[in-house]
């Protein structure tokens, strides 16, 4: 049998040269054919042996170093495919981040969906009930864009006076004491010019369209403390009753829920109860920096435009309540803010114990409390004060403090305004005006003869470049609307600049 090229390379390279020509040449019968193989013939198959295991050994290496450098293109392309895929990851990242962040814009442009931390969740619920708003007569709005352009301000400014911060740098509001006229002081949050002009358009737009309790006649249109002191003319008893901490123990959260019940959507009801409250802040100083930290819950400030309105619709259930208890035991019942006033025809001390019972009962079941120590019960035969105005026969003013009041007019005469004092404020200009404002709601005679006489002394004494009739007239717009908060002392001013307080938030 004849062998190709190849197959003759193939043997000879499984063995070794020698050992193929051996067996060849035994075929061919040319060797010496023994029992005993010779040495050379030793030797030759020998050294095909090894010659056969030194071919294993190289093919093994071979294949050994062709699997390293296999295992080392493979790490390298898969370096390298990794490396792709991470640079296409990050372009992708970078897209959806680039797009995430125009989308987000164009909401921001069109929408509210985040106000802070502990206020937010809601804020997506966007739909109103629309019988409740056609039910109160209340405007609707498409939407918190919508909502903004009617207020007259943009979607952004809206957000930055609703945001809820544990930590910031700016107030909308400026805080100040006022003397109460039985002692101590009052805490007043002015909201600056922007949020209060936001609260007004809030007040005129929404809350004034919602009607009020026949009983309620604090900070109602076209009803005042006089009012409130007429139903209780010369009456045998009167009941004065007084709410403690009124405007901050009304929350965020019964804000909110005022404008939910009048069919507003969440996120609306959200946007209103912010513009509406504030948060108990602390007023800190880091590194020359000033930091406003939150100490407490929002509440509802005393010194906003639409405090009085929003406690007038919280509180209509608690009317309606004590109106029916003081029907039941024979009172008649208003009620100007926190001063609660009962009064009968007879003295009866069972109806009167039974009627402060139940009323204590229903207003801490409203989640108030009562004053116990302005609890007053005036009987037959005691001067009888219903919000400052004696209502023993007839509205009028307390004598004693009507001549203390003409006492201090005829000081001011004969010495000037320095040093003088009326009531517990430091601003005597101020206190006399309002006081004389009182008593021109009470009795119209005895209050324009002060008027005329205190616009003499004005312009005696005080003012050279605005005449005492304008002076006059702004103590009257803050007297009747209740907007512009009383001056602190440290914001008081002299001299011809006095005026200039009035426009200061």
Partial sequence: MSLTRQQ????????????FVLEEMKRLGFWENSPQPTVPEILINKEAELQK???????????????????????AAKLKASKEKQTETKRRNEEKLKQKAEAWKETQAENIVYLGEDVSKGLNFTTPDREKLQKYNLPYFENVKDLAEKMGVSLAQLRFLTFHRKVAKTTHYAQFAIPK??????????????????????????????????????????????????PHL???????????????????????????????????????????????????????????????????PQGSPASPAITTLICRK??????????????????????????????????IAALLFYTNKIIESEQFTVHSEKTHVMRKGAQKKVTGIVVNEKPNIDRKRLRQFRALLHQVAQTGWAGKKWGNSD??????????NFVAM?????????????????????????????????????????????????????????????EGS
């Fill in 181 to 230: 006229k039985s002692g101590g002081t009052r805490q007043i949050s002015a909201p600056k010019r922007k949020l209060k002009k936001a609260q007004k358009w809030l007040l005129e737009n929404v809350l004034y369209k919602v009607g009020n309790h026949n009983a309620v006649h604090g900070f109602v249109p076209k009803r005042s403390i006089k009012t409130n002191a007429e």
């Fill in 234 to 300: 010369a009456k045998a008893v009167v009941i004065n009753l007084d709410l403690k901490d009124f405007f901050p123990s009304i929350h965020y959260k019964r804000v909110k829920g005022l404008f939910l019940k009048l069919g507003y959507s969440e996120q609306l009801a959200i946007i209103f109860a912010l513009l509406c409250t504030q948060a108990e802040v602390e007023k800190v100083s880091v590194d020359g920096q000033i930091y406003y930290v939150q100490t407490g819950q929002r509440f509802l």
């Fill in 318 to 351: 608690m009317d309606l309540r004590l109106q029916g208890v003081a029907k039941k035991f024979g009172f008649t019942y208003t009620r100007y803010a926190d001063d609660l006033t009962f009064s009968a025809e007879i003295i009866d001390e069972k109806n």
């Fill in 8 to 19: 003759l390379y193939d043997r000879i390279r499984e063995t070794s040269k020698d050992s």
């Fill in 427 to 436: 601003n005597i200009v101020n206190s006399v005006v309002g006081y004389a």
């Fill in 442 to 502: 009470v009795n119209p005679e005895k209050g324009k003869a002060f008027q005329e006489e205190i616009k003499a002394l004005l312009a005696k004494f005080l003012y050279q470049k605005q005449s005492a009739e304008s002076v006059i007239s702004q103590v009257e717009t803050h007297e009747k609307g209740a907007e512009k908060p009383m001056p602190d002392k440290k914001e008081e001013k002299s001299g011809n600049d006095w005026w200039d307080v009035f």
């Fill in 53 to 75: 295991e030194l071919n294993e050994l190289i093919e093994k290496q071979r294949k050994y170093e062709s699997r390293e450098q296999m295992l080392k293109e493979m790490r």
